[in-house]
């Protein structure tokens, strides 16, 4: 099954110039769905993590199924004033202004290892911003993994330090 022929392609989204990448048709079909998600856990089989990190919204539809398959907890990275507890935040600049996150503070104990997940790797800013509130718990990055990776876009290079895998790549 190669899970290309399942992403839909939408050109000029959201604006001019940009080739979105549509998840949606591929997870409506629940065997390639799962196909996906087996073939995110093989990208990380010889990893040792303790708890999967997945920033909103995409972040869950990979890291929320991973987790329950491998029987490791799921912590959501969300936007400011959508988490109910005490946040610990990173703000992060963008082309036009700042953007931030936020995760609870207790949610990730120091030394935990920590598989990140996101749907797509585009310019890799997201997931530095997530590693950086990991880091900021205490938590050590044990991978970090994509199920689409547009290697053009060079994300690699800004996550240099880390372990980064994909399924997908365009």
């Given amino acids: 099954m190669n899970l290309k022929d399942k992403i839909r392609v939408i050109e000029d989204f959201p ?3 940009i ?3 549509d998840i949606t048709t ?23 993590f303790d708890i999967i990190v997945g920033p909103e919204a995409r972040g869950f539809l990979i890291g929320a199924p991973m987790s ?4 490791k907890g799921f912590i959501p990275v969300r936007k400011p004033g959508k988490l109910p507890y005490e946040t610990v935040k ?8 700042t953007d931030a996150l936020e995760i609870h503070k207790d949610a990730i104990k120091p030394g935990q290892k920590v598989l990140i997940v996101d749907d797509l790797l585009a310019t890799g800013g997201t997931t530095l ?9 205490g938590g050590e990055i044990a ?5 689409i990776e547009l290697s053009f876009l060079n994300g690699r290079d800004t996550l240099k330090d880390y372990d980064v895998k ?3 790549k365009y």
């Fill in 15 to 17: 604006k001019a110039g």
């Fill in 19 to 21: 080739s979105f990448k």
């Fill in 26 to 48: 591929l997870l409506q079909d629940g065997e390639v769905y799962k196909k996906a998600i087996d073939l995110c856990i093989e990208e990380v089989k010889d990893k040792e």
């Fill in 68 to 71: 329950y398959a491998t029987k």
């Fill in 90 to 97: 990173y703000e992060y600049e963008l082309e036009y202004g």
């Fill in 129 to 137: 911003s997530t590693i950086n509130l990991v880091k900021q718990l």
């Fill in 143 to 147: 991978s970090v993994l994509f199920l």
């Fill in 166 to 168: 994909s399924v997908v």
